[in-house]
């Protein structure tokens, strides 16, 4: 299987939020909340567009303090974490500062204990520096509990909730990822297993492939794939099937 990143309807949305932020006429509000069920490509593409921005990328902690984020921050900067919270959080803004880059912070809910002091934080980087920040989560509840945080909640430009894939992003995944060439049929079938959901949708990509170079086959249809679960998800019963490998 190809690897490529796959502009999808939810990758569209997400530049076009980022675009929104971009223009903002507040300099303050300069944050982009990304939301959405778990498995529908939310971490991979803004990982993807932190690394090709240099964007400054962190998975948020359970236990993350201030004091914690700061100096995880200050490391990913490349600055030096040791010393008093004083001097580390001076030498994050004067990186930030610098280079204008964009933080962010992914599984954001972690970041709302102790009336979401780390986001305070972060609001006090954002504010000084006038930069972005990509806020991601799989959380359901986190955009009405930031809310809750009216100074915090007032930096939220955009929100992009993404959506369970279409027919149409599982035909274009197929096309540029897979080695052979997918039917209509079969990506019809994929969809219906995985639901729209990107990581068994990926799987499913997988299983096809393991099918082609059993059969030989240079195309797949949905014919060839009777009796294959190309989803494997523990939360859902299926009838007994062949293997796809």
């Known amino acids: ?17 980022l675009a929104a932020v971009e223009q903002r006429g507040a300099p303050e509000a300069s944050w982009l909340l990304v939301s959405g069920d778990p498995a529908l490509g939310k971490s991979t593409t803004v990982k993807q567009w932190a690394t090709r921005n240099r964007a400054v990328y962190l998975r948020a902690k359970e236990l993350w303090t201030p004091g914690f984020f700061i100096r995880d921050l200050a490391a990913e900067l490349g600055e030096d974490d040791e010393g008093s919270l004083k001097s580390v959080f001076g030498r994050v803004i004067a990186r930030i500062g610098h280079t204008q880059a964009t933080i962010v912070i992914d599984e954001v809910q972690h970041c709302l204990r102790n009336c ?6 972060l609001r006090d980087i954002t504010d000084t520096t006038e930069t972005m920040a990509v806020l991601v989560t799989g959380v359901e509840q986190v955009q009405s509990r930031i809310g809750k945080h009216a100074q ?35 990506v019809a079938l994929i969809h219906q297993q995985a639901q729209g959901r990107m990581r068994q949708t990926m799987n499913a990509l997988v299983a096809i492939e393991a099918v082609a170079r059993r059969n030989k ?28 490998a």
Not at 116 to 121: G, H, K, T
Not at 159 to 177: K, N, T, Y
């Open 1 to 17: 299987m190809k690897k490529a990143f796959v502009e999808t309807t939810n990758v569209e949305r997400f530049r076009s939020a």
């Open 217 to 244: 086959l240079a195309s797949v249809t949905a014919a060839d794939l009777q009796g294959v679960a190309l989803v494997q998800d523990w939360r859902v019963k299926r009838p007994a099937s062949k293997e796809a």
């Open 152 to 186: 915090i909640s007032s930096r939220i430009a955009r929100v992009v909730d993404f959506r369970p894939a279409s027919v149409e992003d599982i035909g274009l995944m197929c096309a540029q990822l897979c080695d052979v060439t997918v039917g209509a049929d079969a």
């Open 116 to 121: 979401a002091a780390v986001l305070e934080e």
